[in-house]
T-cell receptor, first 116, second 108 residues
């Protein structure tokens, strides 16, 4: 297992187009998280899944954003009608179900989105 | 609201000098705190967490609940320590709250 993987690594799109990103977590990790990171800022939480259930969504996640984890394995994050403000690095992380000493989240390399 | 503050965007030191990267948090419950590091062209990775009370790559961090701080320290900086460092607080709801990050530059 090489860790969390994300695809694509880079995406350039025109404003108004839809984009979809994929995240493959570490196998046997029940939790999967999406974060967004803009230049000069730390990662900001977007949403997370426990298996296939989406348990929390940030207010940052507008109606144009949707995330799925249909079989409790990989996840997709779709942005509809992209705006220039969506340009950011989108990070995925996974972890075992949190218990004492198991909250460590393992991050993927990220997908860098540029909306022109 | 839960918040993590890293007051320094950039910290520049010479090799062999002591390093302290500051982190303050606000959290109403019992905080679980972490330091993550991102080396150039690499992914974000865990450096250490307070519950482990361990030293990783010579770095230590002590949780001070009175001062609501979790500063990262190393007595003698090395050039390979140059990286972005993020302090993060785990929210019992499941997410990490990150600070803005501090870029550490260790000069030869």
């Amino acid at each position: 297992d090489t860790g969390v993987s994300q695809d694509p690594r880079h995406k350039i799109t025109k404003r108004g187009q839809n984009v979809t990103f994929r995240c493959d977590p570490i196998s046997e990790h029940n939790r999967l998280y999406w974060y967004r990171q803009t230049l000069g800022q730390g990662p900001e939480f977007l949403t997370y899944f426990q298996n296939e259930a989406q348990l929390e969504k940030s207010r940052l996640l507008s109606d144009r954003f949707s995330a799925e984890r249909p079989k409790g394995s990989f996840s997709t994050l779709e942005i509809q009608r992209t705006e220039q403000g969506d340009s950011a690095m989108y990070l995925c992380a996974s972890s075992p179900t949190p218990a004492q000493g198991q909250e460590t989240q393992y991050f993927g390399p990220g997908t860098r989105l540029l909306v022109l | 609201a839960q918040r993590v503050t890293q007051p320094e965007k950039l910290l520049s030191v010479f090799k062999g000098a002591p390093v302290e990267l500051k982190c303050n948090y606000s959290y109403s419950g019992s905080p679980e705190l972490f330091w993550y590091v991102q080396y150039s062209r690499q992914r974000l990775q865990l450096l250490l967490r307070h519950i482990s009370r361990e030293s990783i790559k010579g770095f230590t961090a002590d949780l001070n609940k009175g001062e609501t701080s979790f500063h990262l320290k190393k007595p003698f900086a090395q050039e390979e320590d140059s990286a972005m460092y993020y302090c993060a607080c785990y929210n019992q709801g499941g997410k990490l709250i990150f600070g803005q990050g501090t870029e550490l530059s260790v000069k030869p």
